[in-house]
């Protein structure tokens, strides 16, 4: 019993370190070894025995945090499931809004912005902005066909293209203004804050129309 707690603890301090590290620096340029010391593990092959490999703790941190974003989203969804109604507009605020209030009110709100930049940055193509790599299954097939059936006019090729390059919006805004709010150069109590990202939102909801 007592190894399993704290093999726990370990997989704990280790997705901990994680965070720390992937929102400090890009994924290729933090080791294994430095991981490993600011988790406090001793053993150097500490990581690989709990995830194999460096990505597969940097894609579970990722998922952590994104696990309360998609919660939130379903909750959304689930207030809309039976209206005809439903606009681009709507469906936008569903997918974003969640974003914004879990990384402006999380007390790891900087750290989890520059994550969600970084994790961006080691694709070979950015995710698409309802891709199941961001949310879980459910989540994502639900806001996917909702979205071919408000755009209608738009081919699966131009859903995609539009895709990554309105999740690559959502994330590098989100993360430029943590960066600035780090700096000091703006507060997230300002108004101007939260006017920047209502115009974001607006910005990639005119992307579709």
Known sequence: MGNLVSQSHARAALIKAGLIAFSRKSFSDISIREINELAGQRNRNALQY???????LFETVVKDFLKPVSDAQKLLIDTVSGRADLTLDDLMDIYIQPFIQIIRFSPNSIKHAKLLSNYIDTLDTPPEFFSAQMLDEETSSTLSERLEQLTPERTDAERRLLLVVSN?????TIADLARASEAGLIDQKDPMYRQIL????????????
């Open 168 to 172: 690559s919006i959502l994330v590098n």
């Open 198 to 209: 209502r115009r974001m939102t607006r910005a990639i909801t005119a992307l579709w129309t």
């Open 50 to 56: 709990h995830f194999g490999r460096k990505r597969n």
